[in-house]
C-alpha cells in the first residue's frame, strides 16, 4: 500500500542554518505531494504541495521537488529562523484524496 | 484562519461514554475528512465524506460512525469510549474531494478519556 517515510527528529539548528527534511513515498500512480506544518497548540497548515514529477512546490522560502525517480519530495529552506520551530509532516494523497502522512519531524530552531 | 471549525475544543469524558464532534468546511467546500492523530499511531485518516456521501474510509472503529448533513457539516461519532481513542481529532474540508485538492484543517478537538 502507499506510504510516506520521514527522517526522524527532532532536527535542531541554529537560526540561519540550511535545512534539509528528507521524505520518501511508496504510491501506485500518480499521487500528489504535500508538506503541511503544525504549530504548537494549532492544527495543520499546507505549507507546499506538487501534482505531478519535477514540479517543484514553494512557500515562504521553503521548497520541495516532486522526483519520481527517487520517489522523493524533500524539503529544503536556505535560512531558519526561530518561528520556522514547528513538526513537519510530508503527505501523499490517493486518487479520493485522502492523505496518507509521515510520522513528522519536529525542527527546533535556535538563536 | 484555515476557514474550517470544529467543536468542542476540548472534550473530558469517561470511559463507556459517548461523544459527538462536530465539523463545519470550508465555504464552498464539498468533502469533510477526519484524522485521528495520536503519539502512538501518528496521523491517521478515518473517513471521507463528499457532498453527503461516504467516498472512502480507512481505519476507523466500528465503534466509530460519522455523517455529513445537507448543509454540508460533518459529525464523528464516538462510542464506548476507550482509554487508547484520547486523541486529537482533525477535520479537513476541500473543494472537489480528488487528489490534487488542498485539504484545509480546523483546529482540532481534543478528546481526552479518562
Known amino acids: 500500500g502507499n506510504s510516506v517515510t520521514q527522517m526522524e527528529g527532532p532536527v535542531t539548528l541554529s537560526e540561519e542554518a540550511f535545512l534539509t527534511i528528507n521524505c520518501t513515498y511508496t504510491a501506485t500512480g500518480y499521487p500528489s505531494l504535500f508538506w503541511y506544518v503544525q504549530y504548537p497548540g494549532e492544527g495543520l497548515q499546507l505549507l507546499l504541495k506538487?501534482?505531478?514529477?519535477?514540479d517543484k512546490g514553494s512557500n515562504k522560502g521553503f521548497e520541495a521537488t516532486y522526483r519520481k525517480e527517487t520517489t522523493s519530495f524533500h524539503l529544503e529552506k536556505g535560512s531558519v529562523q526561530v518561528s520556522d520551530s514547528a513538526v513537519y509532516f510530508c503527505?501523499?494523497?490517493?486518487?479520493?484524496?485522502?492523505?496518507?502522512f509521515g510520522q513528522g519531524t519536529t525542527l527546533q530552531v535556535k538563536p | 484562519d484555515s476557514g474550517v471549525t470544529q467543536t468542542p475544543k476540548h472534550l473530558i469524558t469517561a470511559t463507556g461514554q459517548r461523544v459527538t464532534l462536530r465539523c463545519s468546511p470550508r465555504s464552498g467546500d464539498l468533502s469533510v475528512y477526519w484524522y485521528q492523530q495520536s503519539l502512538d499511531q501518528g496521523l491517521q485518516f478515518l473517513i471521507q465524506y463528499y457532498n453527503g456521501e461516504e467516498r472512502a474510509k480507512g481505519n476507523i472503529l466500528e465503534r466509530f460512525s460519522a455523517q455529513q448533513f445537507p448543509d454540508l457539516h460533518s459529525e464523528l461519532n464516538l462510542s464506548s469510549l476507550e482509554l487508547g481513542d484520547s486523541a486529537l481529532y482533525f477535520c479537513?474540508?476541500?473543494?472537489?474531494?480528488?487528489?490534487?485538492?488542498?485539504?484545509?484543517f480546523g483546529p482540532g478537538t481534543r478528546l481526552t478519556v479518562l
Open positions: 506538487a501534482t505531478k514529477a519535477d
Open positions: 503527505a501523499l494523497s490517493s486518487n479520493t484524496g485522502k492523505l496518507i
Open positions: 479537513a474540508s476541500s473543494e472537489a474531494g480528488t487528489g490534487r485538492d488542498t485539504q484545509y
